[in-house]
């Protein structure tokens, strides 16, 4: 069974410019999660959807994080303008239902704001 | 409202002694509470969750975990070190209407030959 893939591993960016990330999760795993792991910390969540839709985004800094699922399967995070305080890696994961469900994360985007 | 605390950010055993990495938490709800690994470059993996059965739980590569309500800890053991088990360590609580994960801060875990 293949992993929660995600890409790019590495970015590289200056302050105020965008960024995505792209997250494909299990096969069948309908609740997908975005995390943000900045260095020293354990990871925060940022977005919780299930399908398609947004459970939990209480913690996404709207005024520059956006995220989508579209389709219910694959999903994007973006960041526009990155501040400096964005790097971090950022981190998908999935899990086959929502609740007490076992969450499998990717290997994350590690993402520098110079 | 859901916390947890690791109490070490870094713990420094030798080849083939025990391991102890030590976690409380705080809850409003009937947690579960889960150990993560984290090691370099890759993704964070499930190494037990408890979710109100046994209260010592068994997970991968020996590790195991001892839920105490009364303590509100979850520590983590095993009780010989290898040398693959150098990595992050991260103690998680799931609870409230959406099952949210909170995370510890970590433990990073050295094992020394």
């Known amino acids: 069974e293949a992993g929660v893939a995600q890409s790019p591993r590495y970015k590289i960016i200056e302050k105020r410019q965008s960024v995505a990330f792209w997250c494909n999760p299990i096969?069948?795993?309908?609740?997908l999660y975005w995390y943000q792991q900045i260095l020293g910390q354990g990871p925060k969540l940022l977005i919780q959807?299930?399908?398609?839709?947004?459970?939990?985004d209480s913690q996404l800094p709207k005024d520059r994080f956006s995220a989508e699922r579209l389709k219910g399967v694959d999903s994007t995070l973006k960041i526009q303008p990155a501040k400096l305080e964005d790097s971090a890696v950022y981190l998908c994961?999935?899990?086959?239902?929502?609740?007490?469900?076992?969450?499998?994360f990717g290997p994350g985007t590690r993402l520098l704001v110079l | 409202a859901q916390s947890v605390t690791q109490l070490d950010s870094h713990v420094s055993v030798s080849e083939g002694t025990p391991v102890l990495l030590r976690c409380n938490y705080s809850?409003?709800?009937?947690?579960?509470l889960f150990w993560y690994v984290q090691h370099p470059n890759k993704g964070l993996q499930l190494l037990l969750k408890?979710?109100?059965?046994?209260?010592l739980v068994k997970g991968i590569n020996g590790f195991e975990a001892e839920f105490k309500k009364s303590e509100t800890s979850f520590h983590l053991t095993k009780p010989s070190a290898h040398m693959s088990d150098a990595a992050e360590y991260f103690c998680?609580?799931?609870?409230?209407?959406?099952?949210?994960?909170?995370f510890g801060k970590g433990t990073l875990l050295t094992v020394n030959p």
């Open positions: 998680v609580v799931s609870g409230g209407s959406n099952y949210k994960l909170t």
């Open positions: 809850s409003s709800y009937s947690p579960s």
């Open positions: 959807f299930q399908n398609n839709g947004v459970v939990d």
């Open positions: 408890y979710t109100s059965a046994a209260t």
């Open positions: 994961a999935s899990s086959l239902r929502r609740l007490q469900e076992t969450q499998y």
């Open positions: 096969s069948g795993h309908a609740t």
